[in-house]
């Protein structure tokens, strides 16, 4: 499976737009400071939404349109799976 996936930190004000094949190893490096500069520099450390893929070129395609959205339209994207901004990392355990 191949993911496309949105974090943000505790106070919601940074959301970091993501690709992986293996959604429990990537959150694992962005918690322990070893995943992209951004969410070291903003302290990113929840994860709030995801969309899972069979193949890459989908995941990849979706990651693009996402990241060339506005803030707003990630945040209506969060808004309507997960309303509360709860952390959905334990799905991945």
Do not use: C
């Amino acid at each position: 499976m191949y993911y496309v996936y949105i974090m943000t930190n505790k106070n919601n004000t940074a959301l970091y737009t993501g690709y992986t094949n293996n959604m429990w190893r990537r959150l694992n490096e962005h918690l322990s400071g070893h995943g992209a500069a951004f969410t070291y520099k903003y302290h990113v450390n929840k994860l709030v939404y995801f969309e899972s893929f069979e193949l890459s070129k989908d995941a990849t395609a979706r990651e693009k349109q996402i990241k060339a959205g506005s803030r707003k339209k990630k945040i209506d994207l969060i808004n309507t799976l997960n309303p509360k901004w709860q952390d959905l990392a334990m799905q991945f355990k």
